[in-house]
């Protein structure tokens, strides 16, 4: 369990000081854990809308603050180049969250045209019918997100790292409410960029 925990803190602590500059990125990473934490309650209740959720808040304004705020260039706080990063970053790197967020955006046009799934499914009726099969199918989509990475990384490196990183993954909601509370007031402050002076001293 050490070494699990080692590896867990590892891949966070990597997650942090190359992928989250931008105090705007963490501010929407703070919106987005707050919202994932909702819909973890909601799942419990109502998975489908819990995934409506997560989806349209919590995974858009997460991958907006890296898409459109986080800086692409050359990392001078780890001397690092954006191509290094992308390559040996554990998990969903730009590329493959493209792909991901190319199939969810499908998903509902796919039910529209075809409500049954070729049969596989009773065709909704009604709106709220089908905001129902799109939430199950989104809650489908992250769990196998979720599985293809971990198996891909079992392939690429070891089964272990694909279960800290699912770990990871999973409780990063929780973990960004402790890391990115501040940042909200650092913004308002007019400081765009995290200095990363705790990543300097590392």
Same mark, same amino acid.
């Given at each position: 369990?050490k070494?699990?925990?080692?590896?867990?803190?590892?891949q966070?602590?990597?997650?942090?000081?190359?992928?989250?500059?931008?105090?705007?990125?963490?501010?929407?990473?703070?919106?987005?854990?707050?919202?994932?934490?909702?819909?973890?309650?909601?799942?419990?209740?109502?998975?489908?809308?819990?995934?409506?959720?997560?989806?349209?808040?919590?995974?858009?304004?997460?991958?907006?603050?890296?898409?459109?705020?986080?800086?692409?260039?050359?990392?001078?706080?780890?001397?690092?180049?954006?191509?290094?990063?992308?390559e040996?970053?554990?998990?969903?790197?730009?590329?493959?969250?493209?792909?991901?967020?190319?199939?969810?955006? *499908?998903?509902?046009?796919? *039910?529209?045209?075809?409500?049954s799934?070729?049969?596989?499914?009773?065709?909704?009726?009604?709106?709220?019918e089908?905001?129902?099969?799109?939430? *199950?199918?989104?809650?489908?989509?992250?769990?196998?997100? *979720?599985?293809?990475?971990?198996l891909?990384?079992?392939?690429?490196?070891?089964?272990?790292?694909?279960?800290?990183?699912?770990?990871?993954?999973?409780?990063?909601?929780?973990?960004?409410?402790?890391?990115?509370h501040?940042?909200?007031?650092?913004?308002?402050?007019?400081?765009?960029?995290?200095?990363?002076?705790?990543?300097?001293?590392?």
């Amino acid at each position: 369990m050490k070494d699990f925990y080692q590896q867990l803190k590892t891949q966070r602590w990597d997650d942090h000081r190359y992928y989250h500059h931008s105090r705007i990125n963490q501010s929407l990473h703070l919106l987005s854990a707050i919202s994932f934490v909702t819909a973890y309650a909601l799942l419990f209740v109502n998975p489908a809308w819990a995934a409506l959720l997560a989806w349209t808040v919590s995974m858009s304004s997460r991958q907006a603050g890296h898409f459109f705020f986080e800086p692409r260039g050359y990392d001078t706080v780890n001397q690092a180049t954006d191509e290094h990063k992308e390559e040996i970053k554990i998990g969903y790197n730009i590329r493959r969250k493209i792909v991901l967020l190319a199939i969810w955006a *499908l998903v509902p046009m796919v *039910l529209w045209l075809e409500p049954s799934l070729l049969g596989l499914i009773e065709p909704a009726h009604g709106l709220m019918e089908f905001l129902d099969d799109v939430g *199950l199918a989104w809650l489908a989509l992250g769990v196998a997100g *979720l599985v293809f990475r971990v198996l891909q990384l079992w392939i690429q490196q070891d089964l272990w790292t694909g279960i800290v990183w699912a770990t990871k993954i999973i409780t990063d909601p929780f973990h960004d409410i402790m890391l990115y509370h501040k940042a909200p007031l650092a913004l308002m402050r007019g400081e765009m960029i995290d200095p990363m002076e705790h990543v300097n001293h590392k």
